[in-house]
């Protein structure tokens, strides 16, 4: 039983240190592992270590960059610290830290924005070159070495598996009755010898409820107490409201159809406010017995479970606001039954979102006429946060949903444009877009088709005209009907708005 | 055994009618599920029965449209010969056919580019419409109603399944040495009922020798005699062996740093000279035992399995010259051991491409500095045959290479853009980018370092500069360094080529 250390295993004790000490391990050049998804279980004390180290290496005239992995976001303890010390080099492969972005769009920091389900692969492969170390925060460690994961997963059993040396943060104020929780699958392999993996429903267990680290590989131990860092929840506005009451009125139309099962599909959802607004609409609408398959446990899932709307969520992480944390602290034993935490690499498998048929629900920075959506680059140069999972999801799973409000910065910007700026989901894989002005199912549809209904459906009304306007002279150009665009106008919109702070027409 | 009919079947004999007869099956506004995979096992008779059927209604002042599906692309009988009498209303999911591409392109037919693995999902759950009629070409049917099926699969056990009626071509001219060369998969289902597909090598059989079709839905037999129709391969050119050389030069370096085993991984391979002129190098590579897990068996596969390079190729259809549709046949006892034919939805699924860990080459039209690519748009407007299954076997293989020429239109275009005009395979999905010029390995590489190697390594001579100064310019206009462009200028090379002829700056 755990009391006033969570290290009980006799020999990994030898090997407790302080942070500043554990630092020592990590040296200018390193590739670093580190834990940590959209905002839960990233250690607490490493990075914060390391900034001093880096300040001492630069009082000695010497740098201290490194290259920075992770499962997702991480929290300015972590993303927001070593940026600002300017101690990344390379980072990957999603972030969503203010100061991480700035100097990714100011050319001071590379960054790789990876399909999440694959960057294990990648690592495993020795594509991205090697990994030097892990730093790892875990909820305890049993007598007899057995390791007791966090609040998230990510790429933990990849990045120890990899790194020459584990650095563990054993933080005591992830709640013990984690454990339990997670199903670390040991059953992947690099191709030849991969095997199906053999998880039919969302509820599926299929691994090991702790994190398996050869002792001889974990160099320190950093005991730390320090809560994982998320913001409250805004409650959703009208405009969130009106996409998830547009989203939900689409449910109702499809199950109605019998293309889709009453119980719906193993629901993917993205984080924010909107997805919470559909969350939470569902859990009004008299829907029982849904699962989730998904990246992220977020507070409207856990309403979902704990109304029965929602009877299991998988996913690699929690990523809950502060009273949402209270909640599952409280009333853990009850959410522990239902709940499953996984490795990244299988909570966003394409094998298993395809074989479970993902309702794959996310956000968009904007989409154009004929369905290309651009989910990361803000005036196709500067990088938001990332594509995370939603590329997983969306070409593999069975219905993909992107969703946003028509229009950003006081109606200067319309979501629904001539030509995406930047492409992170193609025509081919955009099935529905959804603004609170309505909603346009593209499946079936070809691409001049597709233009009508996103004009009509979904772009605000003081842009219609003009999208309407660029499509009738795109078509009347005789350059070529499949896709009709005016190539000199195509990014206009964008060019527009650079200078004059409207992508209005004077 | 079969000797003057292939209809041994009496119930179904009683069902042998002429094409005209079994046209009148197929009525205006029909959708209709056409065999068909690359210019293999398509329907040779209906389609000019359909058009003189469109002709006579037309005589009658009325009209003869149809929604065609098939499974990829077929031939002039087909495609052609429907499209010249203006018959097929819209057309998916891939067509390569000249009139057919005219007709996209004018805007007189609506055309719907999909993943080859999503169609039957589409299909099955209804987002497309219904299904009325499929008309499929088979080889032969036994006494006791087992189906043969011919040199494609493509989605036949889709629209079987889907269609309210099924004609059938029971075609003399394919061989009947075909038989127990298919592998059906009954085992397919929508979710939430999918299990795992139990397929853990490209020689794995899962399924059934035959077509299984309800007798009940069979409302027509036609019998043919006429050979699949594909045109034979130009030897490889000067490019196209550089480009091979290129590659063959890649897997050996990766090869060596254990990054693909000896024997490498399944082999996706695209249709065309280039991907043929790769077959060949491998071929006098001293590979052995290598395997295929593709779309389409072509020439130098069935070199490399007569040489023993290759030990087994999966496939959905065989797309053979003449000269090789003579070998295959002459030695088709040696050849049925060694090759499978499956349906599309599983050679493309995504569960196995990345169990298997598929080295997807595929052909593109342009890509540009930052790895996107473009496969399917001539100038961003004008549809060229479709996006296939490269989609399917991109995201979710082990390697996503893409090859093409520097250059097309003798020099006048860049393969290589600043900005491409439609986007197919996002940054995310590309690997490697491969000309005659060098080979672009993107892994690990953010947006501004790939610059440099698509630049360095793949442009044509006459371009770099031009790429370059665009690139720099770029970097220094301060609108942000994750991906830095100019949208004033990113797609003024097309613009210039369709006002000057030439990519090149005057």
């Known amino acids: ?96 830290d203010p100061i991480c972005r700035e100097q990714i769009n100011s050319g001071q920091m590379h960054y790789i924005d990876l399909h999440l389900s694959e960057v294990s692969q990648y690592a495993w492969s020795g594509f991205l070159g090697e990994l030097n170390v892990a730093v790892i925060e875990v909820a305890g460690i049993h007598e007899d070495g057995r390791i007791i994961p966090s609040s998230s997963v990510g790429n933990n059993k990849t990045w120890v598996e990899q790194a020459d040396k584990v650095i563990l943060e054993v933080n005591s104020q992830q709640s013990l009755k984690l454990e339990g929780m997670h199903d670390i699958y040991y059953g992947t392999a690099l191709p030849p010898h991969r095997k199906p993996i053999l998880l039919n429903e969302p509820a599926d267990r299929i691994g090991s409820q702790y994190l398996e680290i050869p002792k001889e590989k974990i160099v320190a131990i950093v005991e730390t107490s320090a809560p994982d860092r998320n913001s409250p929840f805004s409650s959703p506005d009208a405009v969130s409201e009106q996409i998830a009451a547009n989203i939900l009125e689409f449910f109702e139309h499809e199950i109605k159809r019998g293309r889709l099962p009453a119980n719906l599909l ?64 409280e009333n853990i034993d009850f959410y522990r039954e239902k709940i499953i935490l996984r490795q990244q690499d299988i909570s966003n498998n394409p094998e298993i979102a395809r ?106 009304p003081d842009f219609k005209e003009q999208l309407l306007d660029y499509h009738e002279r795109a078509c009347a150009s005789g350059r070529g009907m499949h896709t009709p665009h005016l190539l000199s106008e195509a990014l206009s919109w964008h060019e527009r708005y650079e200078q004059t702070g409207s992508m209005r027409l004077a």
């Open 266 to 329: 193993p629901l993917q959802s993205g984080v924010g406010n909107i997805p919470n607004a559909v969350l939470s609409g569902l859990d009004r609408g008299g829907y029982k017995n849904l699962t989730a398959f998904t990246e992220v446990i977020q507070d409207g899932m856990l309403q979902m479970l704990k109304s029965g709307t929602l009877s299991v969520a998988s996913a690699t992480a929690f990523s809950l606001s502060p009273d949402a944390l209270k909640e599952l602290n």
């Open 1 to 96: 039983m755990f009391s006033h250390s969570r290290v009980l295993c006799p020999d990994l004790q030898q090997k407790i240190m302080t942070a500043d000490q554990a630092a020592d391990f990590i040296h200018d050049g390193d590739t670093v592992g580190m834990s940590g998804f959209t905002g839960a279980g990233y250690p607490k004390a490493l990075p914060a270590a390391l900034v001093n180290k880096a300040q001492m290496e630069r009082d000695l005239r010497k740098t201290f960059k490194i290259n920075l992995w992770t499962g997702a976001s991480t929290a300015p303890e972590l993303d927001g610290v070593m940026a600002d010390a300017h101690e990344i080099n390379l980072r990957l492969p999603y972030q969503s």
């Open 355 to 460: 074989r479970l048929g993902i309702i794959a629900m996310n956000g968009l920075i904007e989409a154009d006429i004929y369905g290309n959506v651009n989910s990361t680059h803000i005036m196709g140069t500067r990088m938001m946060n990332g594509i995370g999972g939603s590329g997983d999801f969306a070409r593999n799973g069975y219905l993909s949903i992107f969703m946003t409000p028509s229009t950003a910065k006081n109606g200067a910007i319309s979501a629904i444009v001539p030509m995406v700026s930047h492409v992170d989901h193609t025509e081919h894989d955009v099935k529905v877009i959804v603004t609170e002005q309505g909603l346009a199912d593209l499946r079936g549809l070809s691409p001049r088709q597709r233009a009508k209904v996103v004009i009509n459906n979904c772009a605000h």
